[in-house]
Protein backbone atom coordinates (compact mmCIF):
# COMPACT_ATOMS: atom_id res chain seq x y z
CA UNK A 1 0.00 0.00 0.00
CA UNK A 2 1.34 3.82 -0.54
CA UNK A 3 0.25 6.80 0.74
CA UNK A 4 0.64 9.83 -1.00
CA UNK A 5 0.28 13.67 0.85
CA UNK A 6 0.41 16.69 -2.12
CA UNK A 7 1.90 20.11 -0.31
CA UNK A 8 2.61 23.25 -1.61
CA UNK A 9 -0.06 24.68 -3.17
CA UNK A 10 -1.51 27.99 -2.92
CA UNK A 11 -2.15 31.55 -4.44
CA UNK A 12 -0.25 32.81 -6.71
CA UNK A 13 -0.33 35.76 -8.99
CA UNK A 14 -0.11 34.90 -12.99
CA UNK A 15 3.61 34.73 -14.04
CA UNK A 16 4.92 33.41 -10.74
CA UNK A 17 5.82 29.92 -9.87
CA UNK A 18 5.09 27.22 -7.14
CA UNK A 19 6.89 24.04 -5.71
CA UNK A 20 4.26 21.56 -5.02
CA UNK A 21 5.75 18.08 -3.34
CA UNK A 22 4.09 14.43 -2.91
CA UNK A 23 5.61 12.90 -0.20
CA UNK A 24 5.03 8.88 -0.63
CA UNK A 25 5.01 6.46 2.39
CA UNK A 26 5.06 2.56 1.73
CA UNK A 27 6.51 0.10 0.09
CA UNK A 28 8.58 0.50 -2.92
CA UNK A 29 8.43 3.94 -4.11
CA UNK A 30 11.26 3.75 -6.07
CA UNK A 31 9.42 1.23 -8.10
CA UNK A 32 6.38 3.31 -8.85
CA UNK A 33 5.83 5.45 -11.91
CA UNK A 34 4.78 9.00 -10.72
CA UNK A 35 2.89 11.65 -12.42
CA UNK A 36 0.93 14.65 -11.63
CA UNK A 37 -3.01 15.01 -12.95
CA UNK A 38 -4.75 17.93 -12.12
CA UNK A 39 -8.76 18.58 -12.28
CA UNK A 40 -10.17 22.27 -12.45
CA UNK A 41 -14.11 22.30 -11.66
CA UNK A 42 -16.48 21.01 -15.08
CA UNK A 43 -13.92 19.53 -16.43
CA UNK A 44 -11.71 16.31 -17.00
CA UNK A 45 -9.13 15.72 -15.29
CA UNK A 46 -5.64 16.52 -17.37
CA UNK A 47 -2.42 14.75 -17.57
CA UNK A 48 0.42 17.06 -15.83
CA UNK A 49 3.61 15.35 -15.89
CA UNK A 50 4.97 12.39 -15.03
CA UNK A 51 8.17 10.72 -14.40
CA UNK A 52 9.34 6.87 -14.68
CA UNK A 53 10.44 5.05 -11.87
CA UNK A 54 14.46 5.62 -12.56
CA UNK A 55 13.44 9.32 -13.21
CA UNK A 56 15.25 8.82 -16.20
CA UNK A 57 12.09 9.71 -18.75
CA UNK A 58 9.98 12.43 -18.08
CA UNK A 59 6.63 13.42 -20.02
CA UNK A 60 4.71 16.77 -19.82
CA UNK A 61 1.05 17.73 -21.05
CA UNK A 62 1.35 19.90 -23.71
CA UNK A 63 0.34 23.17 -22.05
CA UNK A 64 3.23 22.41 -19.57
CA UNK A 65 5.95 21.98 -21.98
CA UNK A 66 8.46 24.47 -20.89
CA UNK A 67 7.16 25.89 -17.98
CA UNK A 68 6.97 22.66 -15.60
CA UNK A 69 9.59 20.04 -14.66
CA UNK A 70 8.58 17.02 -12.39
CA UNK A 71 11.50 15.13 -10.58
CA UNK A 72 11.96 12.54 -7.71
CA UNK A 73 13.91 12.15 -5.12
CA UNK A 74 13.52 8.68 -4.17
CA UNK A 75 15.63 8.87 -1.18
CA UNK A 76 13.12 11.57 0.13
CA UNK A 77 10.33 9.01 -1.13
CA UNK A 78 9.25 12.50 -2.88
CA UNK A 79 7.99 13.79 -5.80
CA UNK A 80 7.99 17.48 -6.82
CA UNK A 81 6.50 19.66 -9.74
CA UNK A 82 7.82 23.26 -9.92
CA UNK A 83 5.92 25.05 -12.00
CA UNK A 84 6.85 28.09 -13.50
CA UNK A 85 5.27 31.14 -15.49
CA UNK A 86 1.78 30.05 -14.15
CA UNK A 87 -1.21 30.88 -15.63
CA UNK A 88 -5.25 31.53 -14.68
CA UNK A 89 -5.96 28.80 -16.34
CA UNK A 90 -3.54 26.51 -14.18
CA UNK A 91 -5.89 27.00 -11.39
CA UNK A 92 -6.92 23.16 -10.01
CA UNK A 93 -6.45 20.57 -7.70
CA UNK A 94 -3.61 18.74 -8.45
CA UNK A 95 -2.94 15.16 -7.68
CA UNK A 96 -0.30 13.14 -7.03
CA UNK A 97 -0.82 9.72 -8.74
CA UNK A 98 1.51 6.27 -8.60
CA UNK A 99 1.45 3.05 -10.48
CA UNK A 100 3.08 0.12 -11.56
CA UNK A 101 5.36 0.49 -14.43
CA UNK A 102 3.33 -0.13 -17.57
CA UNK A 103 6.24 0.66 -19.75
CA UNK A 104 4.08 2.78 -22.23
CA UNK A 105 1.90 5.14 -21.12
CA UNK A 106 1.21 7.79 -18.52
CA UNK A 107 -1.43 10.24 -19.09
CA UNK A 108 -4.07 7.62 -18.94
CA UNK A 109 -5.93 8.40 -15.00
CA UNK A 110 -7.71 4.67 -14.39
CA UNK A 111 -3.93 3.45 -15.33
CA UNK A 112 -2.88 4.47 -11.41
CA UNK A 113 -3.07 2.39 -8.57
CA UNK A 114 -2.61 4.99 -5.73
CA UNK A 115 -3.76 8.69 -5.57
CA UNK A 116 -3.51 11.86 -3.34
CA UNK A 117 -5.94 14.04 -2.07
CA UNK A 118 -4.94 17.19 -3.87
CA UNK A 119 -3.97 20.37 -3.30
CA UNK A 120 -5.13 23.66 -4.32
CA UNK A 121 -3.45 25.66 -6.69
CA UNK A 122 -5.09 29.20 -7.55
CA UNK A 123 -3.51 31.46 -10.42
CA UNK A 124 -4.52 34.90 -9.86
CA UNK A 125 -4.66 37.82 -13.26
Known amino acids: QVQLVESGGGLVQAGGSLRLSCAAS????????MCWFRQAPGKEREFVAA????????YYGDSMKGRFTISRDNAKNTVYLQMNSLKPEDTAVYYC??????????????????WGQGTQVTVSS
Open 97 to 114: AAKRPSGWRFNVPDDYNY
Open 26 to 33: GRTFSSYD
Open 51 to 58: ITWSGGNT
